[in-house]
């Protein structure tokens, strides 16, 4: 009979005991004496660091949650779950950052109502925990806003899906942008001329086509400024006015379909709406609005961008608009 081979972690079926012992001791309390010893990749050789010897531009965490306050512009304080993105920048010589610390920072303003001053506290913050030159940050919640059905009166949440995102350079400049999705229906212009000329030339019912669309505003705070999300919210509201509606009766669903009928737009027609809108306010220091209609004639959607043209500013190199299904 043959040998049976040894385990490493587990009894093996002869009866012989692991090499390798497993425990976890309860009973243990970490000490300053403890802690002090651990080793750290921080202070690792400089050959420890793999790859090429280059700086890296950003590095850090992803979709961590966590619970923010945030205030309306009618003064009532939301508690909303926040996924958060942080990164700092990384020079050549050291291996890596101590990730923990943008997730620790986090805790300690954890109590503070969120607001773009708030962002520039906390990216401070870490950018002197991490001791590096740039940081950024991107919280990312979902914003509910009561809204009224067009005839009924009747009340309903919709839900806006909203980011705050921080920027700090090692210049000590601090810029600061919103994002903010905005859904609503297009009925198409030509589709509605097209069945109105069946009707009239050979008296053929036929509906025009339209379908759910999504407007993405992100917008940069003039400097001293403060734009809120409902502000954002009207601005789009006033541009494109179809808000896909969250209650309806028979009498809310005629009016939308008036609606509609009343706002006939293009994917083009959008983005010059929400142009002339957000072009207007002057808390708004530059902008770039991407739209995607989700077409219900094609098999693939239209979509535009545009933007404010600031110079050095924001530019029309969208083209995450699969991102924009709604």
Not at 25 to 34: E, G, L, V
Not at 242 to 266: C, I, P, S, W
Not at 289 to 296: F, G, N, P
Request: aromatic share 10%; hydrophobic share 35%; with cysteine.
């Amino acid at each position: 009979m043959s040998k049976k081979k040894p385990m490493y972690l587990h009894r093996s079926a002869d009866g012989a005991e692991p090499r390798i012992k497993r425990s976890y001791d309860r009973r243990f309390r970490s000490t300053h004496t403890h802690r002090a010893s651990l080793p750290d990749m921080m202070e690792a050789a400089h050959d420890a660091i793999q790859g090429a010897n280059v700086p890296i531009q950003q590095v850090g965490i992803h979709n961590f949650k966590l619970p923010l306050k945030y205030r309306t512009k009618a003064g009532e304080i939301l508690t909303l779950e926040t996924g958060v993105t942080g990164t700092v920048s990384l020079e050549a010589e050291l291996k890596g950052i101590n990730m923990s610390r943008i997730m620790r920072t986090f805790y300690d303003h954890k109590g503070e109502v969120t607001t773009g001053e708030w962002m520039g506290r906390v990216l401070k913050n870490y950018l002197r925990n991490i001791d590096s030159k740039d940081a950024r940050l991107k919280i990312a919640f979902s914003y509910p806003m009561l809204r009224e059905s067009l005839r009924s009166g009747l009340e309903g949440y919709q839900f806006y899906d909203v980011a705050f995102e921080g920027v700090m350079t090692h210049q000590g400049r601090y810029r600061r942008f919103i994002h903010f999705d905005f859904v609503y229906s297009s009925a198409c212009p030509c589709s509605a001329e097209l069945s109105e000329h069946a009707r009239d030339t050979r008296g053929v019912y036929s509906v025009p086509h339209s379908q759910r669309s999504k407007a993405r505003v992100t917008v940069e705070e003039a400097e001293g400024r403060k734009i809120w999300i409902e502000d954002i919210h009207r601005h789009c509201l006033d541009a494109l006015q179809t808000e896909t509606q969250v209650m309806v009766k028979r009498e809310d669903e005629q009016a939308f379909a008036e609606l509609n009928g009343a706002y006939l737009k293009f994917v083009e027609d959008a983005a010059r709406l929400l142009y002339r809108e957000f072009d207007a306010d002057r808390r708004i220091a530059d902008f770039r609005i991407a739209c995607s209609h989700l077409e219900s004639l094609h098999s693939h959607d239209a979509v535009s961008v545009i933007c404010k043209g600031v110079p050095g500013g924001f530019t029309a190199d969208f083209m995450d608009f699969g991102s924009l299904l709604c």
